[in-house]
Nanobody, 124 residues
Framework: QVQLVESGGGLVQAGGSLRLSCAAS????????MAWFRQAPGMEREFVTA????????YYADFVKGRFTISRDNAMNTVYLQMNSLKPEDTAVYYC?????????????????WGQGTQVTVSS
């Protein structure tokens, strides 16, 4: 069982930056592929980025490439999402997810555990 707690969301102006964190409980954090998804009001949850167990591989949705960076610290049981050059269309609740069997990293069904989410609002 893994519990995930996100933090770092908030209100920021367009062009600004935020850093999200996701702290995981348990001793097996390094065995999980980690990802961030987001969900805007009235929209389906969508893939943002994922990182492999060792941190050696990262994957991004096209709409965040060059702006967002995912990283992880296995010693601290934490995954991060650095978000730069934020746009109003990035406004959403951002969810952290952990998956033990990484078949299709972009599918929500790949992930076994989810956090409660943190709100990111970007004003124009």
């Amino acid at each position: 069982q893994v519990q995930l707690v996100e933090s770092g969301g908030g209100l920021v102006q367009a062009g600004g930056s935020l850093r999200l964190s996701c702290a995981a409980s348990g001793r097996t954090f390094s065995t999980y592929t980690m990802a961030w998804f987001r969900q805007a009001p009235g929209m389906e949850r969508e893939f943002v980025t994922a990182i492999t167990r060792s941190g050696g591989g990262t994957y991004y949705a096209d709409f965040v490439k060059g702006r967002f960076t995912i990283s992880r610290d296995n010693a601290m049981n934490t995954v991060y999402l650095q978000m730069n050059s934020l746009k109003p269309e990035d406004t959403a609740v951002y969810y952290c997810a952990a998956g033990s069997i990484a078949i299709d990293l972009r599918r929500a069904s790949t992930y076994n555990y989810w956090g409660q989410g943190t709100q990111v609002t970007v004003s124009s």
